[in-house]
């Protein structure tokens, strides 16, 4: 019998709070779960709070980030001074008779912490800072937010499925040709001088990014929240029956002149400063439209009439002229690879769903066994590579006869799961020379004994 990987708790606390052994509890800004007794909550904050203290005159310059026990995996992320931030997990097990065994190799330290990163993000995106909300609201008020924002979102984290995508956090981009993208380019702009305070604007075709006036960070939290449910999850039934130009955030009913506006607040950096616009979203197809808008703009009904009017023609034109563009670039690889730069966040795998980490059925075969464990280890892998200074390559033969391997160059990684029963390394470098001269030729140089290096731009 196997249980899967669990959400334990997660919890945020400060530690300039709950000095004196009579209100230790004022260190809790949230908690889950949220009925959980006083008593355990303060145990769990105050071993959080040994752990941290414990590490730090080992390691000085970085906090503690990841625990191992037999049964559990804890998180710690300090996002900023004196706040802290937790998420326990308990591990897989598989019960055999009487015996337990822990699958702790399933389980990727980067993937945990990558989660406890983006609930930071993604909270400080439409909410701000920890210690603004604070200073603005109290700590009551900060309670409140954070039991609010996090009822919701904790319900996003699938720690059960955790795995290397979410380790690596990228972003999908779509290959385009000069012309199209020139094309979008124009509508961007177009969009930014037309449109009445939209100040930035991020444009996605399907799950693919093609534009962003964004710095990347807000870029790629932006995209998660777009990509991975939680935008869809907001909208829920406006996209039912509708084929044509959906506002999913900003005005719900353009008939109505007193129509309800759900255009949230977020905070983006601009400049080095942290500014609130309001998110609009409009929909048409396989397109997703944001704008960014200034919060000083009246967000009211005949902005979102412009809008309509301004950019139904347009999308309908780009949505026909993209799909044609991308009917060949988008076809099934042969090859089963995960590939990631860590400078521009491009994220790209022709057997993993990269919204959500999940395999992906190919229209010749189904998801088997051997993409499940060479996805776990491409995650060791990953985990191995990060502690290397230098380029590197790792080839694995699995018990199953097949090969994993994973290279690193000039802040790329690529994995690639070969299953064709290659009998050694050499046949194993001539197949990795073939996969990337056809995948990555204009990413990495390949040399004629079928190394990788990366090009010199």
Request: charged residues 25%; contains cysteine.
């Amino acid at each position: 019998m196997r249980m899967g990987t669990s959400l334990v708790n997660f919890f945020v606390f400060n530690d300039t709070f709950g000095l004196r052994e009579d209100n230790e509890e004022e260190k809790i800004m949230y908690f889950y779960p949220e009925n959980a007794p006083l008593g355990m909550k303060m145990k769990k904050v105050g071993l959080s709070s040994a752990y941290i203290n414990f590490a730090r005159p080992f390691s000085p310059d970085k906090p503690v980030e990841i625990v191992h026990t037999k049964h559990m995996r804890q998180a710690f992320f300090q996002p900023e001074p004196h706040f802290w931030m937790c998420m326990t997990i308990k591990l897989k097990t598989v019960v055999k008779g009487k015996l337990v065994e822990f699958q702790e190799e399933e389980v990727l330290d980067e993937s945990l912490l990558s989660l406890l990163k983006q609930s930071y993000a993604m909270l400080k995106l439409f909410e701000g800072k920890l210690q603004t909300i604070l200073d603005e609201r109290g700590r009551e008020g900060l309670m409140s937010l954070l039991n609010i924002f996090y009822k919701q979102y904790l319900k996003s984290i699938d720690v059960e499925n955790a795995n290397v995508v979410d380790a690596l956090n990228g972003i999908q981009f779509l290959p385009l040709d000069k012309l199209s993208y020139l094309c979008i380019q124009s509508f961007v702009n177009s969009s930014e001088t037309s449109l009445r305070g939209v100040q930035e604007t991020m444009f996605l075709y399907d799950h693919f990014l093609v534009w962003s006036g964004l710095e990347q960070a807000d870029t790629l939290i932006l995209y998660r929240y777009l990509t991975c449910g939680l935008l869809k999850e907001r909208t829920k039934g406006k996209e039912e029956g509708n084929d044509g130009l959906i506002c999913l955030l900003g005005a719900e009913d353009m008939s109505d002149d007193d129509s309800p506006i759900d255009a949230p607040t977020v905070h983006h950096t601009v400049g080095g400063e942290i500014v609130k616009s309001r998110l609009v979203v409009y929909k048409f197809r396989s397109i997703l439209c944001c704008f960014l808008v200034d919060s000083n703009e009246a967000m009211d009904i005949d902005l979102h009439r412009e809008m309509n009017t301004f950019l139904e023609p347009r999308l309908q034109e780009l949505n026909e002229s993209i799909g044609t563009d991308t009917t060949d670039i988008l076809d099934e690889s042969p090859y089963k690879f995960l590939y990631f730069n860590f400078m521009n966040l491009a994220q790209k795998s022709s057997f993993m769903d990269l919204t959500k980490g999940a395999l992906l059925e190919s229209k010749s075969s189904s998801i088997s066994e051997q993409e499940k464990v060479a996805r776990t280890i491409m995650g060791i892998l990953h985990s191995d590579l990060a502690k290397e200074k230098y380029e590197c390559e790792i080839v694995v033969k699995t018990q199953d006869e097949n090969w994993v391997v994973a290279r690193s160059a000039d802040e790329r990684e690529v994995f690639v799961l070969f299953t064709n029963k290659l009998s050694n390394l050499t046949e194993v470098e001539a197949e990795m020379a073939n996969l990337s001269q056809t995948e990555f030729g204009n990413i990495f140089f390949t040399s004629n004994d079928g190394t990788l290096s990366a090009p010199a731009i």
